[in-house]
Nanobody
């Protein structure tokens, strides 16, 4: 059973930065894609960014130019660098991993097979 453990969340002022980390219990190269999703209170879980096994990335329009997803295969870790944070970025951020090609093709939440427990990001105005 794969385990994904997120870290790096916290409270930051608008305009600030945070870096989230997602450590996997096994080789992340086994996944077609890994990604970050977020869920704000009263809202559905939504895509933030994904990265495929080949290194291709996909971002939600709301974070393009501000967030960067990356991976370190040697450390079995995926990162999300978040800059120029806004209050509307406040949410619980989840790491996810997909074993199927669908994950690389669609980045949809249903295409992901494993999820972390989530880490809270709060951006104050």
């Amino acid at each position: 059973q794969v385990q994904l453990v997120e870290s790096g969340g916290g409270l930051v002022q608008a305009g600030g930065s945070l870096r989230l980390s997602c450590a996997a219990s096994g080789s992340i190269f086994s996944f077609y894609a890994m990604g970050w999703y977020r869920q704000a209170p009263g809202k559905q879980r939504e895509l933030v960014a994904t990265i495929t096994r080949a290194g291709s990335t996909n971002y939600a329009d709301s974070v393009k130019g501000r967030f960067t997803i990356s991976r370190d295969n040697a450390k079995n870790t995926v990162y999300l660098q978040m800059n120029s944070l806004k209050p509307e970025d406040t949410a619980v951020y989840y790491c996810a991993a997909g074993l199927r090609l669908e994950a690389a093709m669609t980045s949809s939440t249903r295409s992901m097979d494993y999820w972390g427990q989530g880490t809270q990001v709060t951006v104050s105005s």
